[in-house]
Every structure is written in C-alpha cells, then in structure tokens.
C-alpha cells in the first residue's frame, strides 16, 4: 500500500502565490512519478504537472505552463507544487498521485491519490 499526504492549500488573491506538498510513504519501490492533478466544481479533473522521479524532469498542462513550477526532494520523499501568479480559475481541489509511467497526463495511469487540498483564488 502507498499513502499520500497533500498540504499546502489555501486562500489567496489573484497574482499571489502557494506551494503544494506530496508526501509519499509505503511501497512506493515499483512507481515512477508522481503528479498533481484539480478538480473544479461541476468539471471534470485534470492534469496539471508530472515529475519523474529517476531525471527530475517535468510535464506541464499548457494552462499552467510559465506560472507553475513542480519538484521533488528525494530525501524527503516529496513533491512541491510552486504555484505563482495565481488566477481565479485556478480555483479547485488539488490531487497528488503516483504513477508507474514517466510523464504521463492520464487520469487512468494514476494508482494511489491523495485525499486532496483545497486552492482558492479570490479576484
């Protein structure tokens, strides 16, 4: 079994700033990535960022691209999501998950999720 602990959620105005953390810990031996996924209310979840975890290298959606910033501190078995110049419409609940497949953007390739952090933007 794998657990994943999601923090860092809050409220902020538009144009600041929050930092995500994604914990790992259990049988993480055979999983590869870990990325960070949202859901809004009344749509549907969706990719945000992926980092693999043998290069360090990053995936980003189009929409986050240039704002967002994901990382990983080995040591300490976690993920960050910097999030800067935040909008409104980033407003959602954020997901961490675990992947054995590098760079992937599919719901379905995720196997363990966290229990979500709360992001809201006020305009």
């Known amino acids: 079994q794998v657990q994943l602990g999601e923090s860092g959620g809050g409220l902020v105005q538009a144009g600041g700033s929050l930092r995500l953390s994604c914990a790992a810990s259990g049988r993480t031996f055979s999983y590869y990535a870990t990325g960070w996924f949202r859901q809004a209310p009344g749509k549907e979840r969706e990719f945000v960022a992926t980092?693999?975890?043998?290069?360090?290298?990053?995936y980003y959606a189009d929409s986050v691209k240039g704002r967002f910033t994901i990382s990983r501190d080995n040591a300490k078995n976690t993920v960050y999501l910097q999030m800067n110049s935040l909008k409104p419409e980033d407003t959602a609940v954020y997901y961490c998950?675990?992947?054995?497949?590098?760079?992937?953007?599919?719901?379905?390739?995720?196997?363990?999720w966290g229990q979500g952090t709360q992001v809201t933007v006020s305009s």
């Open positions: 998950a675990i992947s054995r497949y590098p760079g992937s953007s599919l719901y379905g390739r995720y196997d363990y």
């Open positions: 980092i693999s975890w043998s290069n360090n290298t990053p």
